[in-house]
Structures are given as C-alpha cells and as structure tokens.
C-alpha cells in the first residue's frame, strides 16, 4: 500500500471517528494504548488502527481523533522499530500531509515537546490547502518523535481559537 492512499484513509479515519463528538470544547486528558504520550483532547475520542507502509516498512499506526466545533483534532503514532527510518518517516507524514491537502505551508518552526527525541525533521507548521471538494483548508500540525515512535497530532479545519490550539499542542507530554 503506498503512503497517499494510506494516509488519505487515515484522515478519513479521522473524519468518521469525528462524527460521534459533541460541538463544545470538553478538554480531557487521554493515554493512547502503548504510546507513551498524554495529550488532551477537546472532546471524546475514537482511536484505531491500520497497516500502512512508512519509510519503507509496513508499520501498525494508531490514529486516535475527534471533531469538535468544526475542527478534527487527532493524533497518530506508530513505531518503526529502526532508529534510522525516524526521520524518513517524518519526512514522509509532512510532506504526505502538504499533497494530500494540496497545500502550502505558511509557517514552518522546530518542534518542542518535552522528552522528545532530537529531529532535523520534527517541526510544527500550518498548512494552508483544499478539502477534496475544493474549499480551503487549514491544518496545524506538529510532527515528532521519541525513541523510535513517531507522532503527528493535528488540528484539521475549523476555525480553533489560537488558544484552543495552544492548549492541544501544549498538552502533549510524553510520560517518564
């Protein structure tokens, strides 16, 4: 399976698991399975699982996301097992993200998430692109790495204020 259809079913993922959450931001705090990472969420999530390849191996990603207020909020993490395939695997989850949006990037910055993993390639950034339909859209990602896990969480669309953003983005701790 190639990376773009892949990762298109995983935003996909992300859009079916949005449906069944409220439209008001309810922020808790949410431990993936075997991820190593709390993150808060603005609303209840759904959380699955695909087979994908990435850098070159078939890895099992997790996606686990929700929408709320218009905005899909989620996160997937998957372990490649091989140090030396982390940055190729960011690598690939940004510049996937940028054709699958038929996006530019507006901003572009190093990421910081504390405990993670040193990355030329770890970098939070917006996007500015179109949904398949054609109107624009706006995604906020932060792509990252601990060890040999990889991890994009991502604000999708909407209109999030900047501090509904910055509690998402903040609130991602990797545990001890």
Same mark, same amino acid.
């Given at each position: 399976?190639?990376?773009?259809?892949?990762?298109?079913?995983?935003?996909?993922?992300?859009?079916?698991?949005?449906?069944?959450?409220? /439209?008001?931001?309810?922020?808790?705090?949410?431990? /993936?399975?075997?991820?190593?990472?709390?993150?808060?969420?603005?609303?209840? /999530? %759904?959380?699955?699982?695909?087979?994908?390849?990435?850098?070159?191996?078939?890895?099992?990603?997790?996606?686990?996301?929700?929408?709320?207020?218009?905005?899909?909020?989620?996160?997937?993490?998957?372990?490649?097992?091989?140090?030396?395939?982390?940055?190729?695997?960011?690598? %690939?989850?940004?510049?996937?993200?940028?054709?699958?949006?038929?996006?530019?990037?507006?901003?572009?910055? /190093?990421?910081?998430?504390?405990?993670?993993?040193?990355?030329?390639?770890?970098?939070?950034?917006?996007?500015?692109?179109?949904? +398949?339909?054609?109107? +624009?859209?706006?995604?906020?990602?932060?792509?990252?790495?601990?060890?040999?896990?990889?991890?994009?969480?991502?604000?999708?669309?909407? %209109?999030?204020?900047?501090?509904?953003?910055?509690?998402?983005?903040?609130?991602?701790?990797?545990? +001890?």
């Amino acid at each position: 399976m190639s990376l773009r259809p892949a990762l298109c079913a995983c935003v996909a993922g992300l859009a079916v698991l949005a449906g069944a959450c409220a /439209p008001a931001l309810d922020w808790r705090e949410v431990r /993936p399975d075997a991820a190593g990472l709390v993150i808060l969420l603005p609303c209840k /999530p %759904e959380q699955r699982s695909r087979q994908l390849a990435l850098a070159g191996r078939q890895v099992q990603m997790q996606v686990l996301g929700c929408t709320a207020e218009g905005t899909t909020w989620g996160l997937s993490t998957a372990d490649m097992a091989d140090p030396a395939l982390v940055g190729p695997a960011l690598a %690939e989850l940004r510049a996937a993200r940028l054709r699958n949006l038929d996006g530019t990037e507006t901003v572009v910055k /190093p990421a910081q998430v504390g405990g993670m993993t040193p990355q030329a390639q770890a970098v939070r950034s917006s996007i500015a692109g179109k949904r +398949p339909d054609g109107t +624009p859209v706006v995604d906020q990602s932060l792509l990252f790495a601990r060890g040999t896990r990889v991890f994009h969480a991502a604000a999708l669309g909407g %209109e999030p204020s900047a501090q509904a953003t910055e509690t998402f983005f903040d609130g991602l701790k990797l545990q +001890p």
